[in-house]
């Protein structure tokens, strides 16, 4: 399964309001691989997202797509094949699932296939496909976060980033919007990067995770190597030494 | 009788006015979300292209009021390049977007001025008379009543239907993740402008041709578009044309019993009565 | 000289204007753009009184700012409701409706016939009658106002001003109603507003409606913008700018009859310069 | 004094519910801290208990006295309740002095005219500013301030209303959340003093090695709900607190 990265991070730091939130972080995606993001809030994981995407400033370190360096332009991204469904399942509420899906599929040139791509997308999701004229406010928790990812699905993309996919919902949710990030991976083999404080559910489903801390990648490799290694449990129950106080 | 239906044909010609102005503000508000007063000089300028291009250069009226619409649509096009895309490049308040807003409609408002006096101009225009439901009208008044109601129509059809409308609706939704999604959100806004601008451009020709033009007409014209559009409910297409309607029949109405001249006091009073009892207008978004 | 004169007055005038009016945009953070509507009713309670009634003018302008101050308790009571962007339209909203006012109730103020022959000052035999006491007047005037503004900045009231301005729900959660402030303001704003209508009146010696319209609340939103919000310097600075620079193009050689288009055309371009290059103007300390 | 209790409190956004009646107790004069994972609604309830946001359903009890069901948000302080703010809300375009001067003022306008106290006031706000090492920086602006600076000024607000008394509770909503360790240093000592001095502290806080450090008390919430309570130590070995953190 592993090749070539997709998206590489080399040496990206980045401050908000002088806090640094990443400093110095090497980050990489392979072709066909789940990579998970982990780490205690404040640990600088959805800015690496936010990196990636052109949303977060730069202050050192470059970005790259297919091996080559890249600045990233927000709205130009999707039209590359990477794409990130952002925290908090903010799907188009006023929008039907339908329109949402049409303006996942906004960055593809060809408009006519597009009907196509939203049956395919939707057949990978029937709890949409059933409601599919009925507005996004409409739906569950659960439902709303199948629909950003859906959403982010019609542009075909090669690289998806997902942030926080399991904030706010029930375990059991969780568990089947997991196997449906497994799913697609499998499927179309495409490459996932996902952030994620719920760690545990995730590890069965991920190829290979970082651990970051204070901004700093703390710990990388597989999940079976990171849970003998008791990272996480330093990490977030606060027992790692270079805690702060 | 007749009063009464005179009362209801003056209502709907107003509403229908108003609606034109509202559609397009309410558009641009949908996807920047502060109050372009700007919008009430983009109807003025395009009365007064078609003022120049009939009387000064002698062209036909048809052509002209296509030239009007689209020179209205430029203008707002243009107030969005050279003014609030910088503005919201630097993220500043919606105030500071209202503020450069109001200075584009003063300054543009007193060129206007400066180049076609601050006489009143009247249009060479024929005034039929019709008679519908006991109630006269004039051509150019049913124009309005069509325009309004076309234009609702087509714009709530292309917000509908078109990859364009739906992204403008992305955009004014959650205008993060429509840029997210592949979005060029300058892009659309500046689209959004030139549609507003277009429309607002007829509400000024139509004015024109109905009662003639002054430089500061677009003010009135953008006020009572706004104040629809915040009875209607702000971001939704029909609240703007309902709450146009609703305008149309309170003032006419009102004036029945209360002199012509208190038209505006009557329609600021009713937008305050709903800022306080029903600050989301009459359609939810 | 008189031309000097006059410039200054109008000036002074101006000024005071600037100043009340940023206690309530520049301090309070709250965009009024209703300030015509009091600087209009002091002007016409104080024409009235001394053409119909015979008032001295001291006690005409007292009794217009008071009922300008009774006038933006009123409307304050709703106004202070909002906030941002409906604050600046609901005001707006507001000079529309006293401009009507002034324009329909025939009765009281003559409608568009204005109110002429209006007296000047005088006061213990002292008489303000030709330009150059009622210079100082109108000093005196601006002196008092600044000393008020001052006053207000510099007092613990005006600390909590600010703080609405900044962060109105921050400062609640301490303790503050804030309402009742912004209320306060408010009015004191009007009254201050209102002393310069009476100086206007008094001064030109015929009013009518058209010097009171929104057009107006924004040359007076122009001055403190340009001059700096929440800076009592700068609300000077920007009148004296925004009455002289039409002067000077009058001066390059623009038709005069084109002054008051000219006027408008140079502020409307000062507000939309300001709002692009330096949103805090010449001397501010606040950005909208 | 200043015990504060919440009775099956609900807050609802948009029909889901943050907080899906929480019944707690938070005890007099100690440090009560309140953790659990991301979207547990810890920082709902500070902003509820503090009326910044309306009660949708139960009650909230302050020192025994009659039961509310709403708190308007300037009416907060009379019940003693005060609070920090987790993304820093200073009052950005003036001068730190005069961030704390301003909670220092008594309520009324016409004291807030005269300010009649301003000797007493100047001498409190500059033990409160020495306290958190910021009287050398008082006629800076406060958007001009470090983010460290930003949040020791929010601490120091809160130290001047309870130098006006008006506080017995003190709700810190992530108070260390990005300082450097000097800075954590302050602040934790300070919310030890405030504690020893009888103030009610409610604490939201990731860092376990500080709620190890600093708590009397330990309320867990998952899912807007009461997930275990106890001592720091015990909440911290329980499986289900563990699980809630790091998943199933």
């Given at each position: 399964?592993?090749g ?12 908000y ?12 995606l392979?072709?066909g691989?789940?990579?998970a ?12 997202l ?6 977060a ?6 970005v790259?797509y ?6 990233p332009?927000?709205h ?23 329109e949402?899906?049409e ?9 006519n ?6 049956d ?17 406010r ?5 439902e709303?976060q199948?629909?950003?990812?859906a ?7 090669e690289?998806l ?7 706010g919902?029930s375990?059991r949710?969780?568990?089947?919007v ?9 499927a179309h ?8 404080h719920?760690?545990?559910?995730l590890?069965e489903?991920?190829?290979r ?7 700093k990648?703390v710990?990388?490799g597989?999940?079976g190597?990171l ?19 | ?10 209502s ?7 609606a ?13 979300r ?7 000089v ?5 009365g007064?292209?078609?003022f120049?291009?009939t ?8 052509i ?11 203008l ?6 050279l003014v609030?895309?910088?503005l919201?490049?630097?993220k500043?308040?919606?105030?500071v ?15 206007l001025?400066?180049?076609f006096?601050?006489e ?11 008679n ?5 009208i ?7 009543v069509?325009s309004g109601f ?8 292309i917000?509908r239907?078109t990859?364009?409308g ?6 004014s939704?959650?205008?993060e993740?429509?840029?997210i999604v ?5 892009r659309?806004?500046g689209?959004v ?6 429309i607002?451009g007829?509400?000024?020709?139509l004015?024109?041709f109905d ?16 104040i629809a559009c915040?009875i ?20 006419n109405?009102g ?11 009557i ?11 029903r ?7 | ?7 200054a ?5 101006y000024?005071?204007?600037?100043l009340?009016?940023n206690?309530?945009?520049?301090y309070t ?12 009713i ?29 006038a933006?308790?009123l ?7 909002f906030?941002?962007?409906y ?10 409706i ?8 025939q ?14 000052p005088?006061?213990l ?12 007047l109108?000093?005196?005037f601006?002196a008092m ?5 001052r ?7 005006g600390?909590v001003?600010k703080?609405?301005?900044?962060d109105?729900g ?12 912004k209320?306060?303001v408010f009015?004191?704003s ?15 010696t015929f009013i ?10 924004v040359?007076i939103?122009?001055i ?6 929440s ?8 009148a004296?700018?925004?009455v002289?620079l ?6 390059a ?6 002054a008051?288009?000219l ?9 939309i310069l300001l709002?692009?290059?330096r949103?805090q ?5 606040y950005?909208? | ?11 609802r956004f ?17 440090i009560t ?5 991301n979207g547990?609604?810890k ?8 009326g910044?946001?309306?009660?949708d359903g ?5 020192d025994?006295q009659?039961?509310l069901?709403s708190?308007?948000p ?6 003693g ?10 009052f ?20 807030a ?9 100047l001498g409190?706000?500059?033990a409160?500013?020495?306290r958190t090492?910021l ?6 602006l ?12 929010e601490?120091?607000r809160?130290?001047?209303m309870?130098?006006t008394?008006?506080?017995g509770?003190?709700l810190?909503d992530?108070p260390?959340a990005?300082l ?14 405030l504690?020893n001095s ?16 600093l708590?009397?008390h ?17 909440v ?13």
């Amino acid at each position: 399964m592993t090749g070539e990265n997709i998206l590489e991070l080399k040496g990206i730091s980045v401050h908000y309001h002088g806090v640094k939130a990443l400093d110095g972080v090497n980050i990489a995606l392979k072709r066909g691989e789940i990579v998970a993001l982990m780490g205690p809030n404040g640990a600088g994981k959805s800015t690496v997202l936010k990196s990636v995407f052109g949303i977060a400033q730069l202050d050192s370190g470059e970005v790259f797509y297919k091996g080559r360096p890249i600045t990233p332009v927000v709205h130009e991204m999707a039209g590359l094949g990477v794409v990130l469904v952002p925290q908090g399942r903010r799907v188009f509420t006023r929008l039907t699932i339908e329109e949402n899906l049409e303006i996942g599929g906004f960055s593809i040139r060809d408009r006519n296939g597009l009907g196509k791509r939203i049956d395919g997308v939707l057949d990978t999701f029937p709890v949409l496909k059933k409601k599919r004229k009925s507005r996004a406010r409409a739906l569950s928790g659960g439902e709303q976060q199948m629909l950003a990812i859906a959403r982010g699905l019609v542009a075909g993309p090669e690289a998806l980033l997902l942030d926080e996919p399991s904030l706010g919902l029930s375990p059991r949710i969780v568990k089947e919007v997991f196997a449906k990030i497994k799913e697609i991976n499998v499927a179309h083999g495409t490459s996932i990067m996902v952030v994620e404080h719920n760690i545990k559910s995730l590890l069965e489903f991920v190829d290979r995770a970082y651990v970051l801390d204070k901004g700093k990648v703390v710990a990388e490799g597989a999940p079976g190597k990171l849970i003998e290694g008791g990272i996480l449990e330093k990490v977030f129950l606060g027992k790692l030494q270079a805690g702060a106080g | 009788m007749e009063i009464l239906s005179q009362l209801i044909v003056n209502s709907v010609i107003a509403g229908a006015m108003y609606a034109l102005m509202a559609l397009g503000f309410n558009l641009i508000y949908s996807v920047t979300r502060f109050f372009n007063l700007a919008h009430g000089v983009a109807a003025a300028a395009g009365g007064y292209a078609v003022f120049y291009l009939t009387s000064s250069l002698g062209q036909n009226v048809y052509i002209a009021t296509a030239a009007g619409i689209v020179s209205a649509g430029f203008l707002g096009y243009g107030f969005d390049r050279l003014v609030f895309l910088r503005l919201r490049r630097r993220k500043t308040s919606s105030m500071v977007q209202l503020v450069a807003s109001l200075g584009l409609l003063t300054s543009v408002q007193a060129v206007l001025a400066i180049l076609f006096t601050n006489e009143f101009q009247t249009f060479p225009a024929g005034h039929t008379l019709y008679n519908v439901l006991g109630g006269a009208i004039t051509g150019t008044q049913t124009a309005v009543v069509a325009s309004g109601f076309f234009i609702t129509l087509l714009l709530a059809l292309i917000l509908r239907h078109t990859m364009f409308g739906k992204a403008v609706n992305a955009v004014s939704d959650d205008a993060e993740v429509a840029r997210i999604v592949g979005i060029d959100t300058d892009r659309v806004t500046g689209r959004v402008f030139f549609m507003g601008s277009a429309i607002a451009g007829i509400a000024g020709i139509l004015t024109g041709f109905d009662t003639g033009l002054g430089p500061t007409m677009g003010m009135g014209l953008l006020l009572k578009g706004v104040i629809a559009c915040i009875i209607g409910g702000m971001g939704n297409v029909w609240g703007g044309t309902a709450g146009s309607m609703l305008l149309g029949f309170a003032e006419n109405f009102g004036i029945w019993k209360i002199p012509g001249q208190w038209k505006d006091a009557i329609s600021f009073v009713i937008l305050i009565a709903f800022l306080l009892l029903r600050p989301e207008g009459m359609i939810k978004k | 000289m008189e031309y000097a004169i006059n410039l200054a007055i109008l000036f002074l005038i101006y000024a005071i204007l600037g100043l009340s009016l940023n206690l309530v945009v520049g301090y309070t953070g709250l965009l009024s753009t209703a300030h015509a509507a009091f600087y209009g009713i002091g002007a016409y309670a104080a024409a009235i009184l001394v053409t119909s009634h015979n008032v001295n003018f001291f006690m005409a302008l007292l009794a217009g700012v008071l009922a300008s101050a009774l006038a933006a308790l009123l409307i304050g009571v709703v106004l202070s409701r909002f906030a941002g962007d409906y604050y600046a339209l609901v005001s707006l909203g507001f000079n529309v409706i006293a401009y009507s006012v002034l324009l329909n109730w025939q009765g009281l103020t003559r409608g568009p016939l204005g109110i002429p022959g209006i007296s000047r000052p005088y006061l213990l035999g002292l008489a303000f009658s030709s330009n150059g006491p009622f210079l100082v007047l109108a000093l005196i005037f601006l002196a008092m106002a600044y000393i008020i503004s001052r006053f207000i900045a510099g007092s613990s009231f005006g600390r909590v001003l600010k703080a609405i301005r900044e962060d109105e729900g921050a400062i609640q959660v301490f303790g503050y109603d804030t309402v009742r402030y912004k209320l306060a303001v408010f009015v004191i704003s009007a009254a201050m507003a209102a002393a310069a209508g009476a100086l206007f009146a008094s001064y030109i010696t015929f009013i009518d409606p058209s010097s009171f319209t929104v057009m107006e609340s924004v040359f007076i939103l122009a001055i403190i913008i340009l001059g700096g919000l929440s800076n009592l310097k700068g609300s000077v600075l920007g009148a004296a700018i925004m009455v002289l620079l039409p002067e000077a193009l009058r001066f390059a050689g623009f038709p005069a009859s084109m002054a008051a288009e000219l006027r408008q055309a140079v502020y409307g371009l000062s507000l939309i310069l300001l709002m692009l290059f330096r949103p805090q103007g010449i001397l501010g300390e606040y950005r909208l | 004094m200043n015990k504060l209790e919440t009775q099956d409190l609900v807050k609802r956004f948009a029909g889901v519910a943050a907080i899906d009646g929480l019944s707690i107790s938070i005890e007099a004069g100690r440090i009560t801290s309140i953790i659990g994972p991301n979207g547990s609604g810890k920082s709902t309830l500070v902003n509820v208990l503090s009326g910044m946001l309306p009660i949708d359903g139960g009650l909230v009890v302050v020192d025994a006295q009659p039961p509310l069901k709403s708190i308007r948000p300037s009416k907060a302080p009379s019940y003693g309740i005060t609070r920090t703010f987790q993304e820093v809300r200073l009052f950005e375009q003036m001068t730190v002095l005069d961030n704390v001067l301003v909670v220092l003022t008594e309520r009324n306008l016409r004291s807030a005219f005269f300010e009649r106290h301003r000797a007493h006031h100047l001498g409190q706000a500059e033990a409160v500013l020495t306290r958190t090492g910021l009287w050398g920086k008082r006629g800076d602006l406060a958007v001009n301030l470090s983010y460290g600076q930003r949040k020791l000024l929010e601490i120091a607000r809160v130290l001047a209303m309870c130098a006006t008394s008006q506080a017995g509770i003190i709700l810190f909503d992530e108070p260390f959340a990005g300082l450097f360790p000097q800075m954590v240093k302050t602040v934790s000592s300070i919310i030890k003093e405030l504690r020893n001095s009888g103030i009610t502290a409610v604490l939201i806080e990731h860092n376990m090695d500080l709620i190890r450090e600093l708590s009397d008390h330990v309320i867990v919430m998952d899912s807007g709900r009461l997930l275990a309570e106890g001592s720091a130590a015990e909440v911290l070995e329980r499986r289900d607190v563990i699980e809630a953190y790091l998943g199933e």
